[in-house]
């Protein structure tokens, strides 16, 4: 179950995005998820003055947070010369963005939050008791899963929001690729 929020709320995070492009970066890929990602973007892209900036803004195409079924705004080898598309093809599975969370080497990004009591903040601002789907990003050397992770905020939300770490059991492993596993796990 994923948690809804308003349009007001999306530009909220939105006007946070200022100062240099790679701090715009940083902030878009670790503050948005993908839905609001894509909502950006798409408000981004409908002013040809912006086209310029794509890449130091969103990064080169293709673009994790749109959907085959998009219609491209621009063509992607206007951004990046050779790209034939700005969405990847859906048959793997992909990081859906920037970790908001490490665990040794692992970068961890909440993807969705069920909480038993009323939830104020951002989906990813966990609480003991949430349940969560978590996408792990997981370097080649670390070939084992922890049961139990200690999750510590990564800078950019530490700067923003008063985050504290965090611990979390897996319960299961829903899906996996090279280089990212999606579990189910619980706050404690």
Not at 113 to 134: P, Q, T
């Amino acid at each position: 179950m994923s948690l809804m929020r308003s349009e007001s709320s999306c530009e909220e995070h939105v006007n946070t995005l200022t100062g240099s492009p790679e701090e715009f970066q940083r902030k878009f890929f670790t503050l948005l998820e993908s839905s609001e990602q894509r909502t950006v973007f798409y408000k981004t892209m409908r002013n040809p003055k912006n086209w310029p900036s794509t890449t130091a803004l969103f990064g080169n195409p293709p673009y994790h947070f749109l959907k085959l079924t998009d219609r491209d705004p621009v063509r992607a080898s206007a951004i990046k010369k050779g790209a034939k598309r700005l969405s990847y093809p859906t048959d793997r599975l992909r990081r859906s963005g920037m970790p908001q969370y490490t665990s040794g080497n692992t970068g961890v990004r909440v993807l969705s939050v069920r909480s038993a009591s009323s939830r104020d903040g951002s989906h990813f601002l966990l609480k003991s008791g949430d349940l969560a789907i978590l996408e792990l990003h997981v370097n080649k050397e670390s070939d084992r899963l922890s049961k139990r992770m200690s999750l510590i905020p990564v800078k950019t939300l530490s700067d923003m929001f008063a985050v504290e770490e965090t611990t979390v059991v897996v319960r299961s492993v829903l899906k996996a690729s090279k280089g990212v596993v999606l579990v189910a796990a619980c706050v404690v």
